[in-house]
C-alpha cells in the first residue's frame, strides 16, 4: 500500500480499443467507480489496454501481481463472454492461487438483477500472491454495476491477501467487518440494492472439497473439465524443458564410428606429435649440408633409398645423398631434401638396377628446405578439439583423433528415446485389412522413431499400451529401465500413476497446444541410483506429433547430450506467397525452404495445415514461425523457420 491507500490496476481487454485508445468507454468508468464509491481508499496505480489474447492478459497481471511490488488489486473489464475471441477467464484462471467463488456469485447476482442475461458472463475471481483479481464485463454499464456490487467488501479482502493478521482483522466480528466496510448487515442488500432478499446462486461445496483428478482410473466423471495447466508460450515452455532435463552424463568412449554425433566433455590434447618424425615432402634426395655451410653442387654417390614404410633408416654421411620418396622419413643427419626435377642420373650400380652417382644440379638448397618437422602439423599435448564441440560424420574429427592416436575420449553420453502409442483405439500401421469402426492406424510411432532417429538418438519402438490404468503404468515402468526419454501420444497424463512431476501440460502454438512435459524420479536397480526421466506426452495428431517433436523433445535429447544451441536451425526466409495468421496463438506452418539462384531462401507452403492431416509433411523441411496477429503476412515478407531437414536447391 502506499500510503494509506490500496493500490488497484485496471486492464481493459478490448481488440478495437487496444488498436485505438480514444475508443475505450470502460476505463474512465472505473476509474470514476474507485474514486465515487471507493469510501477514498482506493488509487488507481496502473491502466492498461491490451487484444483479446491469453500471453498478453497474463503478462500484464503477472506484472502487477509478482514481486515486492505487488498491486493490492487488478480488475479486468472484457473478454469474459461466450464469443470465439473471449478468453478471460482462460487467461486469468491459471494464474489464481485461491479461488473466491464468493465474489463471482455476487457479482452475477447484481447483474442478474438488472437482466437475466447476466448468466452469459463467465467471471473469474481470486487471489495471486498477495493480490485480488477481478474479471467484469466489458460494457461500460456492466462492468460498472459488477465494480459497484463488491468494491467495498474488497479492503478486506485485499488487506488479508496482502498478510495481515486475520485475527486482528477479525476483532470484533462480522459486525464491526460491516461497519468498517460501510455496508448493511444481509447479504442481498450487499450485493445489489434490488436484489430483494435473493442471495444468487450458491455453491454448497467448497473447490477445495470437490473431487478433480487427472487419474485415468478416477474414471471421467472425475476428471478436471477444463485443462488445469496454465498455458505458456512456446519460450516459457522450452525454458522449463532446459531447468527440469537431466544434466549430461559423460562416459569414456572408443575412438571409432560409434562416437559419430557425440559431443566432447572435456578438450582432447594429441598424444603424439604429427609428423612424428622428420619427412620429406618432395621425390628427390636427402642431402647433408656440411659443418662449415653451403652445400657445393656436384656430382654424389647415392648410399641409401628411403621409402615411405616404417623401419629403421642408416644415418647419411658427409658427401653423401639419399634417395628419398614423399613422405618417408630423412635418414639421421640429412638437412634438406632437393627435389628430382634439380638432379641428374650419372651412373647406375653394375647390376644396373640402382642409381649409384646423381648429380645436384643447384647450391641454392637450404637447409630444412621441403622437410615436414616434426610436430609442423600438430604438437604433442596441444589442444585439437575442444570441449563442446561435435563428431560429425561429415567434419574430419574422427580422423583428427585417428592420427594423433587418440584410443578414447570424454563425451556425453547419448540419450536413448522410446516411442509408446496409447489406445485401444490404435491399430499397428501395417495390420492387415480394413479398419473396424473407430479404429485409427497408428501413423505416429514410426513416424517419430524415425524423427529421433534421424536426429541421431537410438529410438526404441515401445509398441502400442492399452488405455487401461494398469497395462499403460506397467509399460512404462519397464520401459524407465532401458530408455531416457519416452514419448507417448494420445495418451492420458502420466503424473500420477509414476509420481512424477508435470512442469507443463498446455503451450500456446498451433499445433501442438496440448503437450505435456513432465519428469518422473527413476532408482536404477543395477546401481541403486536415483536418476530422472524424462516424459513427453504429444498431442495424438500426426503433424502436431512432428511439430512439438521439434520444438520440445529435441531440445531436450540436445540438452541432455550436452549439444548447443539446443533445437532446430534458425533461418530467415522470404514468403512465396500469403500466410494467414491465427489470432491467438503463435503458428508453426510446414513449408518447403527452397534456395533460389538469387541466394535467398523462400518458404513454399504444402498445403492445408490441418493438424490431423500428415500430408502437410510431405515434402516439408521447414516449419515457418508465425506471430499471432491479425489478418494476414503478404508474399515477400520475411520469416524465420526452422530447418528439419536438407534444403531445396532451385535454380
Ligand atoms: C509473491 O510475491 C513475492 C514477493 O512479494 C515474490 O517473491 C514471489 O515470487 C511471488 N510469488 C508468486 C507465485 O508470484
Ligand atoms: C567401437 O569400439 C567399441 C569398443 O571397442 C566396440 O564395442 C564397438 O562395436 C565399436 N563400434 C564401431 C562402430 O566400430
Same mark, same amino acid.
Given at each position: 500500500m502506499s500510503g494509506n491507500k490500496l493500490r488497484a490496476a485496471i486492464l481493459i481487454i478490448s481488440e478495437t480499443a487496444s488498436q485505438d485508445?480514444?475508443?475505450?468507454?470502460c476505463g474512465p468508468i472505473l476509474q470514476d467507480v474507485f474514486r465515487d464509491d471507493g469510501g477514498d481508499q482506493w488509487e488507481v496505480a496502473e491502466t492498461k489496454i491490451v487484444p483479446d489474447s491469453i500471453l498478453d492478459i497474463q503478462s500484464a497481471i503477472k506484472q502487477w501481481s509478482?514481486?515486492?511490488?505487488?498491486?493490492n488489486l487488478i480488475v479486468t473489464s472484457g473478454? /469474459?463472454?461466450?464469443?470465439?475471441?473471449?478468453q478471460t477467464p482462460e487467461a486469468v484462471s491459471p494464474l489464481i492461487?485461491? $479461488?473466491?467463488p464468493g465474489l463471482v456469485h455476487g457479482m452475477l447476482a447484481a447483474s442478474l438483477a438488472v /437482466?437475466?442475461?447476466?448468466?452469459?458472463s463467465r467471471p473469474i475471481a481470486g487471489v495471486r500472491n498477495k493480490t485480488l483479481i477481478l474479471t467484469l464485463p466489458g460494457s461500460p454499464k456492466g462492468a460498472k454495476e459488477n465494480l459497484q456490487s463488491v468494491l467495498k467488501l474488497l479492503p478486506h479482502a485485499c488487506v488479508q491477501a496482502a498478510g495481515a493478521d486475520s485475527r486482528a482483522i477479525h476483532v470484533g466480528g462480522v459486525k464491526k467487518l460491516e461497519e468498517d466496510a460501510g455496508v448493511p448487515s444481509g447479504a442481498a442488500s450487499v450485493i445489489g440494492?434490488?436484489?430483494?432478499?435473493h442471495a444468487g446462486p450458491k455453491a454448497h461445496t467448497k473447490p477445495e472439497d470437490r473431487p478433480q483428478?487427472?487419474? !485415468?482410473? +478416477?474414471?471421467p466423471t472425475r476428471r $478436471?473439465?477444463?485443462? !488445469?495447466y496454465p498455458m505458456l508460450s512456446v519460450d516459457e515452455a522450452v525454458k522449463l524443458i532446459e531447468q527440469h532435463t537431466p544434466p549430461p552424463q559423460t562416459i569414456l568412449a572408443?575412438?571409432?564410428?560409434?562416437? &559419430?554425433?557425440h559431443i566432447l566433455a572435456a578438450d582432447v590434447h594429441a +598424444?603424439?606429435?604429427?609428423?612424428?618424425f622428420r619427412a620429406s615432402i618432395v621425390d628427390g634426395y636427402a642431402i647433408k649440408h656440411p659443418q662449415s655451410g653451403k652445400f657445393e653442387k656436384g656430382t654424389y654417390p647415392v648410399a641409401l633409398v628411403s621409402h615411405a614404410q616404417a623401419g629403421e633408416v642408416q644415418p647419411l654421411q658427409d658427401g653423401q645423398i639419399a634417395r628419398i620418396t614423399t613422405g618417408a622419413p630423412l635418414p639421421p643427419g640429412a638437412t634438406a631434401v632437393v627435389m628430382v626435377e634439380d638432379t641428374v642420373l650419372v651412373a647406375k650400380t653394375a647390376d644396373r638396377a640402382e642409381e649409384k652417382d646423381v648429380e645436384i644440379?643447384?647450391? #641454392?638448397v637450404r637447409p630444412g628446405e621441403n622437410v615436414r618437422e %616434426?610436430?609442423?602439423?600438430?604438437? +604433442?599435448?596441444? %589442444?585439437i578439439l575442444r570441449k563442446g564441440e561435435g563428431i560429425t560424420a561429415h567434419g574430419g574429427e574422427l580422423g583428427l583423433l585417428a592420427s594423433v592416436g587418440t584410443a578414447e575420449v570424454l563425451v556425453y553420453r547419448r540419450p536413448v528415446v522410446g516411442v509408446l502409442s496409447t489406445g485401444d483405439e490404435i491399430v499397428p $500401421?501395417?495390420?492387415?485389412?480394413a479398419l473396424r469402426l473407430g479404429e485409427v492406424r497408428d501413423t505416429n510411432r514410426p513416424t517419430l522413431l524415425t524423427a529421433a532417429r534421424n536426429a541421431g538418438f537410438r529410438a526404441v519402438d515401445l509398441g502400442i499400451a492399452s488405455d487401461k490404468p494398469g497395462t499403460l503404468e506397467t509399460t512404462l515402468r519397464t520401459a524407465l529401465s532401458t530408455v531416457d526419454l519416452i514419448i507417448t501420444t494420445g495418451g492420458p497424463t502420466l503424473e500420477r500413476s509414476l509420481g512424477g512431476t508435470i $512442469?507443463?501440460?498446455? %503451450?500456446? *502454438?498451433? !499445433?501442438?497446444?496440448p503437450t505435456t512435459f513432465a519428469t518422473v524420479p527413476f532408482k536404477d536397480?543395477?546401481?541403486g541410483r536415483r536418476e530422472t526421466r524424462v516424459v513427453f506426452s504429444l498431442p495424438g495428431n500426426p503433424a502436431s506429433a512432428v511439430v512439438t517433436f521439434h520444438l520440445f523433445v529435441l531440445p531436450s535429447l540436445h540438452y541432455a547430450a550436452g549439444?548447443?544451441?539446443?533445437g532446430l536451425p534458425r533461418v530467415m526466409v522470404t514468403l512465396e506467397a500469403e500466410v494467414r495468421l491465427d489470432a491467438v496463438r503463435p503458428e508453426y506452418h510446414r513449408v518447403v525452404v527452397v534456395a533460389r539462384g538469387d541466394g535467398r531462401l523462400y518458404a513454399r507452403s504444402t498445403g *492445408?495445415?490441418?493438424?490431423?492431416? &500428415?500430408?502437410?509433411?510431405?515434402? #516439408?523441411n521447414g516449419l515457418l514461425c508465425l506471430p499471432a496477429g491479425e489478418g494476414t503476412l503478404g508474399k515477400g515478407k520475411k520469416v524465420e523457420a526452422l530447418l528439419m531437414g536438407q534444403v531445396v536447391g532451385e535454380v
Open positions: 485508445l480514444s475508443t475505450d468507454k509478482d514481486g515486492e511490488d505487488a498491486l473478454g /469474459t463472454g461466450f464469443a470465439v475471441k473471449d492461487e485461491k $479461488h473466491a /437482466t437475466p442475461f447476466a448468466l452469459m440494492s434490488k436484489t430483494e432478499g483428478s487427472n487419474d !485415468p482410473s +478416477a474414471g $478436471h473439465r477444463t485443462s !488445469p572408443p575412438v571409432n564410428e560409434s562416437l &559419430i554425433g +598424444a603424439e606429435s604429427v609428423p612424428a644440379l643447384t647450391d #641454392a %616434426v610436430g609442423s602439423d600438430v604438437q +604433442a599435448g596441444d %589442444v $500401421h501395417d495390420r492387415p485389412g $512442469h507443463f501440460g498446455r %503451450v500456446s *502454438m498451433k !499445433p501442438g497446444k536397480p543395477g546401481t549439444v548447443r544451441p539446443v *492445408m495445415q490441418r493438424s490431423s492431416r &500428415i500430408g502437410s509433411f510431405r515434402g #516439408a
